[in-house]
């Protein structure tokens, strides 16, 4: 399933509308009719998303909004406010509590899914962000946050000049922090080289054409540059269609369409806010934490994770499963046969397989996964938010890639590899990340056993 997301609204046929819509879309929902309830449940279920009506019983949103954000249990989980009318000083209002989008009843489906989807998306990449951080900070290698920032750099690249500087004059009081820059399609960046790529772009879904923003965005996110960079995309109300694909695509936020008005640009600078604080958090945790992890926690052949890494953040994601009751997938991968490959082919050829199959399984897995070569021929592979079934066809999916694949050795000859793969699901008992280990273990000495290239469950995972 995609996540779960708590329904909050005191009318219980919206409550049933919404879990139908959610359901629809492979959702699993919790539903609460007042702010306490909301609150205990936010608390205790940890959700991946909060849908919020603002007209409660016993409390009004913008204060439950405020009372999640200040409880370190919940200050990261997505909200998305729902009102009945669209009143921007009360959407400025409610960003400004902290919530992430305010939605208008009816909603339009389509927005609604691709909002939750990013959002979603995002809170994923924040809760592993702050996973591996605590793993670093566990093992000693995580340096204290620099508290000098350098100026944001925000590009804004409007449909046509004159509007670039109705936007620039009024965004650029409610931005005094940041340095605002009139960029184009052509030169998204600014004409000069040698500085540093902006933070952050404001861009228009539409600019000389019709999608030219949406296609711009897509450029953008395929750079090295400015992967990383907060986008966001301002685009009529209307424009549902646009609206969704830009969020599909990876637009971090939707902006009004004339952001030059004094509420619009008021609400536009909160937006822009929050996506630049996201950021220089990220930053901060990729400046402070690689260089240490390539020294300390990195396999020198492969530039996978290695052991050490390995059984510490195994520790984290343990934690995190048993606080929210999502299980984790380990997989312990063996070459088959590995030491033929040195008696035939040399140790050079070895370590291009080795090399090869590394380069194999970071492109095959997501993001999330704790990939890491743990022995000579031995790699494990943890999927954290995971299902048995969802493990089980990515292991088969691996053995067979593998299988598959031609393999091209020093000397120009080419040979082809096979592995085994012992798989063990679970993580949510009082247990040590060792156990599933060793699950996974027997698991794989049964797949050798049973002939090889192969995938074998553990018993404790078959049994469940």
């Known amino acids: 399933m995609p996540g779960t997301i708590l329904i909050v609204d005191d009318v219980a046929t919206n409550r049933i509308v919404l879990k139908a819509k959610l359901t629809g879309a492979r959702y699993n929902t919790l539903q609460a009719a007042s702010a306490a309830e909301a609150l205990a449940l936010a608390t205790t279920e940890r959700p991946r998303l909060i849908l919020l009506d603002i007209t409660l019983p016993d409390m009004t949103g913008e204060a439950v909004i405020k009372r999640l954000r200040n409880d370190p249990q919940t200050r990261r989980i997505p909200i998305i406010a729902m009102t009945q009318r669209d009143i921007p000083q009360l959407r400025v209002a409610l960003l400004a509590a902290g919530a992430n989008d305010v939605l208008v009843k009816p909603f339009d489906e389509l927005v609604l899914l691709a909002r939750l989807r990013s959002l979603i998306r995002a809170h994923a990449g924040d809760e592993d962000s702050a996973l591996r951080e605590q793993t670093c900070r566990a093992l000693g290698f995580a340096e204290a946050a620099n508290e000098f920032a350098p100026p944001a750099r925000i590009a804004m690249i409007a449909p046509d000049p004159a509007e670039g500087m109705r936007w620039k004059a009024a965004l650029a009081p409610r931005l005094e922090a940041s340095r605002i820059l009139l960029t184009s399609y052509e030169q998204p960046c600014g004409g000069d080289p040698a500085r540093r790529p902006p933070d952050l772009f404001v861009i228009g879904a539409d600019l000389v054409h019709r999608g030219d923003g949406l296609r711009l965005m897509s450029e953008l996110r395929s750079h090295p540059e400015t992967r990383h960079a907060a986008i966001l995309i301002a685009c009529m109300p209307e424009a549902s269609e646009t609206q969704a694909s830009a969020l599909d695509l990876g637009a971090d936020d939707l902006l009004p369409s004339d952001i030059s008005t004094p509420l619009a640009a008021q609400e536009t600078a909160l937006r822009i806010g929050a996506q630049l604080r996201r950021k220089q958090l990220s930053d901060q945790l990729r400046l402070s934490v690689d260089e240490g992890l390539r020294l300390a926690l990195v396999d020198p052949l492969t530039g996978l994770h290695n052991r050490r890494y390995v059984?510490?953040?195994?520790?984290?994601?343990?934690?995190?499963?048993?606080?929210?009751?999502?299980?984790?997938?380990?997989?312990?991968?063996?070459?088959?046969?590995?030491?033929?490959?040195?008696?035939?082919?040399?140790?050079?050829?070895?370590?291009?397989?080795?090399?090869?199959?590394?380069?194999?399984?970071?492109?095959?897995?997501?993001?999330?996964?704790?990939?890491?070569?743990?022995?000579?021929?031995?790699?494990?592979?943890?999927?954290?938010?995971?299902?048995?079934?969802?493990?089980?066809?990515?292991?088969?999916?691996?053995?067979?890639?593998?299988?598959?694949?031609?393999?091209?050795?020093?000397?120009?000859?080419?040979?082809?590899?096979?592995?085994?793969?012992?798989?063990?699901?679970?993580?949510?008992?009082?247990?040590?990340?060792?156990?599933?280990?060793?699950?996974?273990?027997?698991?794989?000495?049964?797949?050798?056993?049973?002939?090889r290239n192969q995938v074998s469950l553990a018993s404790h995972t078959n049994a469940a």
């Open 311 to 451: 059984n510490a953040h195994l520790a984290r994601m343990s934690e995190r499963a048993r606080s929210t009751g999502r299980g984790y997938a380990v997989m312990l991968l063996d070459l088959d046969r590995f030491k033929s490959v040195n008696d035939t082919y040399g140790h050079g050829a070895g370590d291009e397989v080795l090399t090869n199959i590394a380069r194999h399984l970071r492109r095959s897995l997501r993001d999330v996964a704790l990939i890491g070569r743990i022995g000579g021929e031995e790699f494990l592979v943890a999927l954290p938010d995971s299902s048995l079934d969802e493990s089980y066809r990515i292991a088969e999916r691996l053995r067979r890639d593998i299988e598959e694949t031609t393999i091209t050795l020093p000397d120009g000859s080419k040979m082809q590899a096979t592995i085994s793969i012992g798989l063990a699901f679970g993580g949510t008992r009082r247990d040590d990340p060792q156990h599933l280990i060793d699950e996974a273990d027997a698991a794989l000495l049964c797949a050798k056993g049973s002939g």
